[in-house]
């Protein structure tokens, strides 16, 4: 188990520094381009060359790519050209503001998709089955925008309960996530809830699961102590995925509601052409999917040990 988990540490160690030069190559490898940017169009080609020489882009490109790499790794991330202060100063609190996003996203997403999943799956073809079914597959054909413009109208326009924006703008304000984590939540549980269906209507055919009912075993243990364990494998793949999604994905919830998360900041990086920022969104990202596949793989071995990898 513990050289397995130092395998798969090896090979997220490996996946960030082949991300992390396809990235290099593809931002910086023209430094003209990288000044122009910085310094903006309208600079003169004698102020770029003394940009580029005071920041090391004069060095051969295996130096500054390790020196590149090396400030990445100790947190320099460069200063943001949009925000005139270094990237870590905006990131960092961005970053945050899309965990406390995710945790109520997930808090709320996990326990009633599962829910559901198994309730459908323990009665596969019940009318309780396909209403779930049903249901889990209209919300997540609707996406976030179309059921972000038709809960605000709800709520916000109709019945007036809560704010339109989450900006925060006078301190944290639990009423002002309601409405994002509403929108989340009612596109992604229905996949989950349909994966977990899945999951548990084949555990349910499984002959030692009917043997344990056949011996008379009540059936919320034969649920909860044999079914339920198994069933849950695929779902914490599909569970742990979802983290990536929230990171980066939700930039259209984030946009809409005003919400200052790492999903709006991406794209405010991608906007103003912020080369330093995009870099370490890109980086984070990465680190973030990277992280969460190794943590899906060590699950594995978790929820079965009869799962091994070579």
């Known amino acids: 188990m513990v050289l397995f988990i130092l395998r798969r540490l090896g090979t997220m160690a490996l996946t960030m520094l082949v991300v992390s030069l396809l990235l290099f190559l593809l931002l910086e490898f023209t430094p003209g381009n990288v000044a122009t940017k910085v310094l903006g169009p309208y600079s003169s080609e004698e102020q770029r060359n003394l940009w580029l020489e005071a920041h090391g882009y004069f060095e051969p490109l295996w130096y500054r790519y390790g020196t590149w790499l090396g400030r990445f ?23 945050w503001n899309t965990a406390i996003l995710g945790f109520w996203t997930f808090a709320v997403m996990i326990p009633l998709s599962l829910m559901l999943g ?24 609707i996406p976030e925008f179309a059921s972000a413009v038709f809960l605000a109208a709800l709520f916000v326009f109709w019945l007036g309960i809560l704010p339109g924006t989450s900006t925060m703008s006078g301190g944290f304000d639990w009423v002002q996530l309601v409405l994002p ?22 555990v349910m055919t499984t002959h030692y699961i009917r043997t344990a009912v056949l011996k008379g075993l009540p059936y919320r243990r034969v649920i909860l102590k044999h079914a339920l364990r198994n069933a849950l494998i695929a779902p914490f793949t599909v569970i742990t995925l979802q983290v990536n999604w929230l990171l980066s994905g939700v930039i259209v919830v984030e946009f809409f509601f005003a919400y200052k998360g790492f999903g709006a900041l991406l794209l405010e990086a991608s906007l103003n052409q912020d080369i330093f920022l995009i870099e370490a969104c890109a980086m984070v990202a990465v680190f973030v999917a990277a992280s969460t596949q190794t943590i899906a793989d060590v699950g594995y071995t978790v929820l079965n040990p009869r799962i091994r990898f070579a």
């Open 181 to 202: 984590v509403m929108v989340l939540v009612l596109y992604d549980f229905g996949y989950v809830a349909r994966m977990t269906r899945a999951s548990m209507a084949e």
């Open 73 to 95: 790794v100790s947190g320099d991330f460069g200063d943001s050209i949009r925000f005139k202060v270094p990237v870590a100063d905006v990131l960092w609190p961005r970053l």
């Open 118 to 141: 198994v309730l459908a799956g323990m009665r596969e073809g019940s009318l309780l089955d396909r209403t779930i079914s049903v249901t889990s597959i209209v919300t997540t054909s």
